[in-house]
């Protein structure tokens, strides 16, 4: 799917030229930063703290890229700072959240790049969904309960892709469902008649809807039981070979991000202690931290973890 398949969207942020100053040509193939040649996202020096009663310094002076079609798997115990950094990205926190600090960019299939600091408005809600979408944990609960998956779909493709036949609409939101694996004659279901797995996968399919080259995912199965999950994140390896985006998946849950990620970046206490592919974070982890957050998992212990080599085998076709 490309966005000109459906038409102008309400702002586009396809061509430079609709951005005027707020986009330069990419210069990033020479970024310095962690990561790949080819970055779609690079953050640099990024900060963000929360002026309550109490400052807390939540993300501090992080830096890294996002490879185009990469999985980034962003680990580290609880409170350490992962949400606030995803939606500091994404220019969703609210007060008592405040940017202190760095940037954040985002750079086009088509060659150019945008600093995400200078969208605002109707440019930066066109940005969110059609460049870099998000799939929260608790997303499934977001669906409106009095209204079919259908239409919640369609609104996606009215708002945003307004030139888009009716019919056109339709067949796209029935297509996206299947690709999640759900059944298109679930598009006139209520969410409560969904299992909480299905709502997830949704929520998934909505994420994909205008093709953005970014997902944000977190903690995306952490609501479900371990065989709906694993069933998941195959299908969003699966759709990210297919589609190409670009994945950072955010967890408490090391050896699952072992399995899915191509690097990993450990978080602690606001700052990423340790970037690395995510096999050598495992065999030769850097730093003490990360060698404490795997030595907490039972299942990494011995020679390789089950939990990666029922993975791999399964995926494999072999038996876990
Ligand atoms: N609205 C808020 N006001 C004040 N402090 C906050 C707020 N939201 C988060 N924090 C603090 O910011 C820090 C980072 O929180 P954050 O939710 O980003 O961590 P996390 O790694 O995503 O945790 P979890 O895995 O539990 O979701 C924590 O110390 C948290 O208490």
């Not at 600093?115 to 609960?141: P, T, Y």
């Not at 949704?202 to 065989?227: G, N, S, Y």
């Not at 990620?261 to 700052?271: F, L, N, T, W």
């Not at 039972?298 to 399964?314: Q, V, Y």
Request: proline share 5%; net charge negative; aromatic share 6%.
């Amino acid at each position: 799917m490309s966005s000109t398949d459906q038409g102008a969207p309400a702002v586009s942020i396809d061509r430079p030229e609709d951005l005027g100053d707020r986009t330069a040509p990419d210069t990033a193939r020479g970024y310095r930063g962690e990561g790949h040649d080819r970055p779609v996202l690079t953050i640099d020096d990024f900060s963000v703290e929360y002026k309550g009663e109490r400052v807390v310094k939540a993300v501090r002076n992080v830096t890294l890229s996002l490879g185009r079609g990469e999985i980034l798997g962003l680990a580290g115990e609880s409170g350490c700072g992962k949400s606030t950094l995803a939606y500091g990205i994404n220019r969703l926190l609210k007060p008592p959240a405040v940017i202190t600090g760095g940037s954040a960019h985002f750079h086009s299939r088509e060659g150019y790049v945008i600093d995400l600091n200078e969208l605002s408005g109707e440019e930066l809600r066109a940005f969110r969904w059609d460049k870099i979408a998000m799939v929260f944990q608790g997303a499934m609960n977001s669906l409106n309960p009095v209204i079919t998956i259908q239409r919640q779909m369609e609104d996606i493709f009215s708002t945003h892709r307004p030139d888009m036949s009716k019919k056109d609409r339709r067949v796209k939101c029935g297509d996206l469902l299947e690709r999640v694996g759900v059944d298109r004659a679930r598009l006139r279901s209520f969410p409560h008649e969904l299992s909480g797995g299905m709502r997830q996968r949704v929520m998934i399919a909505m994420a994909m809807a205008l093709d953005p080259q970014v997902m944000i995912m977190d903690e995306p199965t952490t609501a479900l039981d371990v065989v709906v999950q694993r069933e998941i994140l195959r299908e969003i390896t699966r759709l990210r070979a297919d589609l190409g985006f670009a994945v950072i998946f955010i967890t408490h849950d090391l050896p699952l991000l072992l399995e899915i990620s191509d690097r990993i970046a450990v978080m602690r206490e606001g700052e990423i202690v340790e970037l690395g592919d995510a096999v050598e974070l495992y065999t030769n982890p850097q730093h003490e931290y990360t060698r404490k957050l795997l030595a907490s998992f039972p299942s990494l212990t011995g020679e390789r973890g089950d939990f990666i080599r029922g993975g791999s085998r399964a995926q494999n076709g072999e038996p876990a």
